[in-house]
């Protein structure tokens, strides 16, 4: 079984000072850099997802500071960066035909938002017939409000988290992962 990393969103925006900061995004980062050595030692396929928002969007915008991809994932000799402008990686996107043209059959996915792009993701590669495999500390979620209140960003990630255990990626620690 072939697999490739896929990295998705880890962009500065969702560190502190960007303008939409999330709960520890500099752990899950290094957890994503931990991942992303393991890959390139090994020699298997890595893709990094790069969300670029319209001007007037307020955060990821294309051609601003917020849009660039953070180390410790940044970007390497003939890695593929894909940009995107939706939540979910695959629409709009080569991805998919990237990937089948790869022989993958496992997409290990990290990234940010847990909530958001890495759910739509996760779902979606799923939904093609991929193998997902989610790290979930080598992801990062940020605080949302509903009916009146505030969830905890360590609540909806792990609401996020379980809810793509159950049926769409198998929930894989990154110092569990093979």
Do not use: W
């Amino acid at each position: 079984m072939s697999r490739a990393l896929v990295i998705v969103d880890i962009q500065r925006d969702y560190f502190p000072g960007g303008n939409m900061p999330l709960h520890e995004p500099e752990a899950a980062a290094a957890k994503a850099g931990q991942v992303l050595e393991a890959f390139r030692g090994s020699g298997e396929p890595v893709i990094h997802i790069q969300h670029l928002s319209a001007a007037g969007v307020g955060f990821l915008e294309e051609g601003t500071a917020g849009a660039e991809i953070m180390a410790p994932v940044t970007p390497a000799g003939d890695e593929i960066v894909i940009q995107k402008r939706a939540p979910n990686s695959f629409l709009q996107t080569d991805l998919e035909q990237r990937l089948r043209d790869l022989g993958v059959s496992e997409v290990v996915v990290v990234g940010m938002m847990t909530s958001m792009c890495v759910d739509a993701t996760t779902r979606a590669g799923a939904d093609l017939g991929f193998q997902m495999t989610l790290v979930p500390d080598a992801c990062a979620a940020p605080a949302l409000e509903h009916g009146g209140r505030t969830v905890a960003a360590e609540d909806v990630h792990a609401s996020f988290v379980a809810a793509l255990g159950q049926f769409y990626a198998t929930v894989t620690p990154a110092d569990q992962l093979g």
